[in-house]
């Protein structure tokens, strides 16, 4: 809650993500007063200054090395600036990874907030899956005005009480 607080900027530091490579954020405590219960945060990060196309991943820093998520939160052709909501689940003390895949691009972190477990207010972070890719199945493109419901009860894990989802 509250104005965003920028938690990380690569331009600042003059080394931007290189291909291939990770860095971890801290997003749990510090100037963003984030609480240590906090289970995820959301997050604008904003990709720009790529030396190629690419896609850059975000998700909890984890205990062990394990593989990344198969989907990406941003893709990005240069000179392309591009901003996105994420919403990450926190990992290991309290921290946040970033994977960039090809080239070379500057990353911009901005917190916005954070969930944390409450008075029966729940909210669950899944791993990012594609639940949706009209390039890959018979389904026409969405044409402009035409909409295509999307049932996500029971999908990629969404149980069947939820109420609403972070697509």
Do not use: C
């Amino acid at each position: 809650p509250g104005d965003p607080v920028r938690r990380g900027d690569t331009r600042a530091t003059g080394d931007p993500l290189r291909g291939g490579a990770s860095r971890d954020g801290q997003v749990v405590g510090g100037s963003a007063s984030v609480p240590a219960s906090a289970t995820a945060v959301i997050l604008t990060v904003t990709a720009l200054n790529a030396t190629s196309t690419t896609d850059v991943r975000v998700y909890p820093t984890p205990d062990t090395d394990v593989a990344p998520p198969q989907v990406s939160n941003i893709n990005l052709r240069p000179p392309g600036i591009v901003p996105n909501l994420v919403i990450a689940k926190v990992g290991r003390g309290g921290s946040v990874r970033l994977l960039n895949n090809a080239g070379s691009v500057d990353v911009l972190v901005d917190l916005a907030g954070w969930y944390e477990q409450a008075d029966g207010a729940l909210f669950h972070v899944l791993a990012p899956e594609r639940v949706m890719d009209t390039r890959l199945t018979s389904a026409a493109r969405v044409s402009s005005g035409e909409f295509r419901d999307l049932p996500l009860r029971g999908v990629a894990g969404v149980s069947s009480p939820a109420v609403a989802a972070v697509l």
